[in-house]
């Protein structure tokens, strides 16, 4: 029973992973920001390597308990393949720092690499205290995991308060109503990362346990992601076709059957307005927007405004 538990967390936390990255995809294609294409890049780094790290973890383990070995066989091999998933963690720390400065539109040039050879030293402290105060016991498939995700948590935190550093120092330089959206999106992030905390607590309470603990682990980034999607429209500026050309969407308005209506909504999205602006110039609800958008991307066969805009672009 606890097997197949397994198998169901399993595929939902792979699900969630994937889930991350599109809607991660999706407004990197529709926003011109940096930001986005950094928040993409964390998405896939972290997700990889969580999904390497435990689940590789928990699959070898498993395995070698069917065949004849020794406990130092079973710690050299997760040993080595939390240090193969390594270079995913490196990157979605790069990313992650990036991700501050871009948000606020700070200098991340001069500062990323600094703060990234910070972080940098700080692993193999860590590492090396979780190898000395274990080296004496050999991890068992239950422990295994938690260690991974404490070591990632310490790692994540340290890099949550460079990131609330870099926006409290440059948070004066975008707008007022921009600057609580920024807030509010750090505070869901914390959030996160305190929900991949306290599920440690919990830890070793049963076996039966560890599987909603991992699928919490990879829920707890869902809240500040689906924030920001929505609020995207308030904070960044939406990708506008710089070189329209009238042919092209003339015939993409006749080989596609596109409604008068849905043609004014398409010149607004060439425009690069946002879908509240584009609801407010033609007298219709944000919701009405949305309807139209969605059947001109089924229409067209697309599913981001930065296709339409390339078919429209000369």
Same mark, same amino acid.
Request: proline content about 2%; overall charge positive.
């Given at each position: 029973?606890?097997?197949? +538990?397994?198998?169901?967390?399993?595929?939902?936390?792979?699900?969630?992973?994937?889930?991350?990255?599109?809607?991660?995809?999706?407004?990197?294609?529709?926003?011109?920001?940096?930001?986005?294409?950094?928040?993409?890049?964390?998405?896939?780094?972290?997700?990889?390597?969580? +999904?390497?790290?435990?689940?590789?973890?928990?699959?070898?383990?498993?395995?070698?308990?069917?065949?004849?070995?020794?406990?130092?066989?079973?710690?050299?091999?997760?040993?080595?393949?939390?240090?193969?998933?390594?270079?995913?963690?490196?990157?979605?720390?790069?990313?992650?720092?990036?991700?501050?400065?871009?948000?606020?539109?700070?200098?991340?040039?001069?500062?990323?690499?600094?703060?990234?050879?910070?972080?940098?030293?700080?692993?193999?402290?860590?590492?090396?205290?979780?190898?000395?105060?274990?080296?004496?016991?050999?991890?068992?498939?239950?422990?295994?995991?938690?260690?991974?995700?404490?070591?990632?948590?310490?790692?994540?935190?340290?890099?949550?308060?460079?990131?609330?550093?870099?926006?409290?120092?440059?948070?004066?330089?975008?707008?007022?109503?921009?600057?609580?959206?920024?807030?509010?999106?750090?505070?869901?992030?914390? +959030?996160?990362?305190?929900?991949?905390?306290?599920?440690?607590?919990?830890?070793?309470?049963?076996?039966?346990?560890?599987?909603?603990?991992?699928?919490?682990?990879?829920?707890?980034?869902?809240?500040?992601?689906?924030?920001?999607?929505?609020?995207?429209?308030?904070?960044?500026?939406?990708?506008?076709?710089?070189?329209?050309?009238?042919?092209?969407?003339?015939?993409?308005?006749?080989?596609?059957?596109?409604?008068?209506?849905?043609?004014?909504?398409?010149?607004?999205?060439?425009?690069?307005?946002?879908?509240?602006?584009?609801?407010?110039?033609?007298?219709?609800?944000?919701?009405?927007?949305?309807?139209?958008?969605?059947?001109?991307?089924?229409?067209?066969?697309?599913?981001?405004?930065?296709?339409? +805009?390339?078919?429209?672009?000369?």
């Amino acid at each position: 029973m606890i097997s197949l +538990v397994f198998i169901v967390v399993f595929v939902l936390c792979f699900a969630i992973a994937v889930m991350y990255v599109l809607i991660g995809h999706e407004m990197a294609n529709n926003y011109k920001d940096n930001f986005f294409r950094l928040y993409l890049y964390y998405l896939i780094a972290f997700n990889v390597f969580s +999904v390497y790290a435990i689940w590789g973890q928990i699959g070898i383990q498993t395995l070698l308990t069917t065949v004849q070995n020794t406990g130092e066989i079973e710690e050299l091999i997760g040993t080595f393949i939390s240090i193969l998933g390594t270079p995913f963690l490196i990157i979605s720390m790069v990313m992650f720092i990036q991700m501050g400065f871009a948000l606020i539109d700070g200098s991340k040039k001069n500062n990323t690499l600094y703060l990234f050879l910070i972080l940098l030293l700080l692993v193999p402290i860590i590492v090396g205290a979780f190898y000395f105060e274990n080296k004496e016991s050999t991890l068992s498939i239950e422990s295994v995991p938690f260690y991974i995700v404490v070591l990632v948590f310490c790692i994540e935190f340290i890099q949550m308060l460079v990131f609330v550093g870099i926006v409290i120092k440059y948070i004066k330089k975008v707008r007022r109503e921009s600057q609580k959206i920024i807030w509010r999106f750090a505070i869901l992030l914390f +959030v996160g990362l305190v929900l991949r905390g306290v599920s440690l607590i919990f830890y070793f309470v049963e076996l039966w346990a560890l599987a909603p603990l991992i699928l919490l682990y990879f829920l707890s980034h869902l809240m500040a992601l689906w924030y920001l999607r929505g609020q995207s429209d308030n904070l960044f500026k939406p990708i506008s076709a710089e070189r329209p050309n009238t042919m092209k969407k003339n015939q993409l308005y006749q080989k596609y059957g596109i409604t008068a209506r849905e043609r004014e909504v398409i010149e607004q999205l060439c425009l690069g307005k946002t879908n509240q602006q584009i609801a407010d110039t033609l007298f219709i609800s944000l919701q009405t927007v949305k309807d139209h958008t969605h059947r001109i991307y089924n229409k067209v066969g697309i599913n981001s405004r930065m296709k339409l +805009v390339q078919m429209i672009n000369d």
